[in-house]
Structures are given as structure tokens and as C-alpha cells.
């Protein structure tokens, strides 16, 4: 059992339907396994959870202190005087264990599991583009980390800051729940982590050719609309700033995954002797296919048809005497 988790026994192109059934519960073991270590390791530094998860709190009611001080807004003075978190339940002090721990699971899983998908639906993948996988896993991986970081020190802080003002404009005393922050910066950061890779995404569906670069080019308006919609979600409503940031940034992940998938598309072709660009592939018309079988058809000679044969002539012949 153990040999199988580290390592195959046999090519793909080599197994059975139940022994790909096999490598399929394998790779999630793999998967899971790494999702475990991430939750134990973060259940072992419990102690420091509420610590470094109180950052972004910290950050909005002093933004002097956050590296991103530049960007965030000013806190009302109901914020800066908040007092510390609160928690009423014993399992709402679990949930905040289970919110880090997950979130930290995720983290360390999410790259395994992107090398096995890869691998697992890739079977007929070359030599060289089965390395590609591992930096392909490394930029998922920093991509997940890049997106986390930005929800942790801005779009969390600046959350808060807003939701706050708003509580204050209409007269309410904001009590915080330890259990509903924590959760809010951490499926805050797993969302927007998850939402970074997108691109990736992209440039899988264009390598396989699902769709084509220029497909997704001439629809950049549908998508800058769909960015802005996924954007708004995640970003406190009415801050103008963080949205127009945030919908920059994903757009202009859209337009690099569209140049990378371009060039991947092009060299893909090239080496497979088709056309560099698929927009140059002509379609097959049946329909003319079968107007030319019809004139083949039309122009196709006739065998002449022999003569009928007929009674030799009588005249002259003696012999029809006797």
C-alpha cells in the first residue's frame, strides 16, 4: 500500500479501467494526506492563531501600522475604541480552530492536488510537457499565496473599515464575534486565493483547445463584466478604490493568460504539423462535400448501350429459297 502512494507501477496508456479506478483512489489519498498535515501543523501552533488572525483587525483600527497604510482609509473613533474580541460558546472557540486549520490545509494541499488532476487526466501527455507540471504546480501554488496575502493585509482591513462606518452612520455598537471574524478572514483569503488562479484555468482550457485564444479576446467585455460582479462580491460595497484595484488586477491576469496560452497553442500545433493558428483550420462543409458527390455523379458517362440486334436482311440470300 504504502509503495503505491509513493510511486506507480505501470503507465497509464499500460492499465486497465480498474486499475485507473485504483490510481484515482491513490492520487486523493495523496491529496488528503497532504490536506492533514496542514490541519495538524496549524492544530499543534493553536496558540499562535489568534495572534497572527488579529492582524487585519489591528491594521483597520490603526492603519498607520499596516504595510499597506498607504491604501487604507481612516477609522472612525468608534473603531479605534472597540474592544478585544469576544466568544459566548465553547464551539464557537472550536470553529475558530477549524476555520485556520482548514484554511491551512488547503493551502499546502491545493498544489498536490492540481499535480495529480494533471496527471490523472493527462495520460497522453509528451515527456516535456509532463515536466512543465511541476512549475505549473509552483505558479498555482504562489498564485493561491499572492491571493491570500491580498485579502489578508487590504481587502480584510478595508472590510472592516467600511462595515464599521456603515454600523456607525446608523447608530449601532458593533460587537465582535472572535468566531464570525476569524471566519471572515479566513474564508476571505481562501476565496480571493482560489479566485487568483483563474488564470491558470484559462490557459489549461486554451492548451487542450477547448477554446481559443481568440475566442476569449474578442469576449473580454463579457468577462470584465463577470470580474467586476466576482470582484464586487468580494469587496465591501461602495469602496470604489478596492474594487477598481482588484478588477485591474484579475483583467490583467486575463489578458497574460491569453498571451501565454497563445504562444503554448502556437509551438502545440507547430509540432504537430497543423497550422499555427487555429483560426486558419477551414471547417468541413457536408453540405458542399455532398453538392460535389451529386455533380461527380451527374458527370459520370454512361456505358453506351449496345444496339438491338436484328433479323439479318433477307435480300439476296439464296438460301431463304429452299
Known amino acids: ?6 510511486r506507480r507501477k505501470r503507465e497509464r496508456s499500460e492499465m486497465t479501467f480498474l486499475e485507473h479506478v485504483e490510481d484515482l483512489r491513490v492520487s486523493v489519498i495523496r491529496v488528503l494526506m497532504v490536506f492533514a498535515v496542514g490541519m495538524v501543523t496549524a492544530l499543534i501552533y493553536y496558540e499562535y492563531i489568534p495572534t497572527l488572525l488579529s492582524l487585519p483587525l489591528n491594521w483597520a483600527k490603526n492603519p498607520e501600522t499596516s504595510p499597506l497604510h498607504f491604501i487604507l482609509g481612516g477609522a472612525d473613533e468608534s473603531l479605534k475604541s472597540m474592544g478585544e474580541l469576544k466568544e459566548f460558546t465553547f464551539m464557537g472557540v472550536w470553529s475558530v480552530l477549524m476555520y485556520a486549520a482548514f ?3 488547503v493551502a499546502v494541499a491545493s498544489p498536490v492536488f492540481l499535480y495529480e488532476t ?10 516535456k510537457e509532463k515536466k512543465a507540471l511541476i512549475p505549473f504546480c509552483v505558479a498555482a501554488f504562489f498564485l493561491f499565496l499572492a491571493g491570500a496575502a491580498l ?10 473599515q467600511v462595515w464599521h462606518h456603515f454600523a456607525s452612520g446608523m447608530g449601532m455598537e458593533v460587537i465582535w464575534k472572535a468566531s464570525d471574524y476569524f471566519g471572515l478572514v479566513t474564508m476571505m483569503s481562501l476565496i480571493t486565493g482560489i479566485t487568483f488562479q483563474f488564470p491558470l484555468a484559462l490557459i489549461i482550457l486554451m492548451w487542450t483547445e477547448i477554446v481559443r485564444p ?5 469576449h473580454w467585455r463579457g468577462m470584465l463584466f463577470g470580474i467586476v460582479i466576482v470582484v464586487g462580491v468580494l469587496t465591501p460595497i461602495g469602496d470604489i478604490i478596492s474594487l477598481a484595484i482588484l478588477t485591474s488586477i484579475l483583467f490583467g491576469f486575463y489578458l497574460f493568460a491569453i498571451g501565454i496560452g497563445s504562444v503554448l497553442v502556437r509551438r502545440k500545433r507547430v509540432a504537430r504539423g497543423d497550422t499555427p493558428n487555429p483560426e486558419e483550420d477551414e ?11 451529386e455533380d461527380s455523379e ?3 458517362k454512361k456505358p453506351a448501350s449496345k444496339p438491338k440486334s436484328s433479323p439479318p436482311s433477307t435480300d439476296g440470300d439464296i438460301s431463304s429459297l429452299d
Open 1 to 6: 500500500m504504502l509503495s503505491s502512494l509513493i
Open 103 to 105: 484554511s491551512a490545509g
Open 118 to 127: 494533471a496527471r490523472f487526466v493527462g495520460p497522453a501527455l509528451t515527456t
Open 151 to 160: 485579502a489578508f493585509f487590504w481587502l480584510t482591513p478595508i472590510s472592516i
Open 214 to 218: 481568440k475566442t476569449l479576446l474578442k
Open 283 to 293: 471547417p468541413i462543409n457536408l453540405d458542399d462535400e455532398d453538392d460535389d458527390e
Open 298 to 300: 451527374k458527370n459520370v
